[in-house]
């Protein structure tokens, strides 16, 4: 049993991680060393930020599409591509080793760090959607792979489907992360059935960071999305450097 300050941590955490998420990506590389700092084990941590990930894109979802923002039926194929791919990752997840997921999951920590850092600066300027032929195969046959890694561990995928998107798809910062939530509950409900069948979910858990998680994607997803906001790339790269470092040097940094 958690003490009830972990509680209000776990809140406080999923708030900035479904607002994180929701305006761009890499939201879960905060959950998931928090949840195994916290103790659980890194196959059930995983498991359990799925149940807040289900809730926090459907009511991102929810609030792009009372703002007039979906990209259906685009949003859909990518989602049924993505799902079968994500069955897959979510059982390589469940039996992975605990050491070599935090080893993973650390260098992945570090790889998107240097993507936040380097990405080229998306233009929202009014562009010509490519959504069908070529295009929409091309992006069903990625979103297959992005689903396996999404069922895997799904961290830091959002930027990578936001650059997907916008550079083959070209659409704009808003109808990428439209199209990014609605994809990635689709997949998550198939990467969560499989965690769930092989009891790896500490549904108290996820259910309170799922409160947080989605307060935050509601918020984040009823406001006005830009390229982002400065103080919360700045905030991402230092605790994501932070706890890549805890996890490839557990006994050099005794920050957590």
Known sequence: MFEWYEYVLLVVVGFTVGFINTV???????SLPVLIFLGLPPNIANGTNRVAIVIQTALATLGFKSKGVSTAPFNMYLGISALFGAIIGAYIAVDIKGETFNKILAFIMIAVVLIIIFKPKMKIA???????????????????????????????LGFIIILFLHYVNRMTLVRSNATKVAVVFMYTLAALAVFIYNDKVNWMVGLILALGNGTGAWVASRVSVDRGDGFIKTFLVIMVSLMAAKLL???LIALF
């Open 126 to 156: 009014s562009l010509s959607e490519r959504l069908t032929g070529k295009y929409l195969w091309l992006g069903v046959i990625a979103f297959f792979f992005f689903g396996i890694y999404g069922g895997f561990i799904n961290a830091g």
């Open 24 to 30: 761009a990506g890499g939201g879960s590389l905060l």
């Open 249 to 251: 040097f557990p006994n």
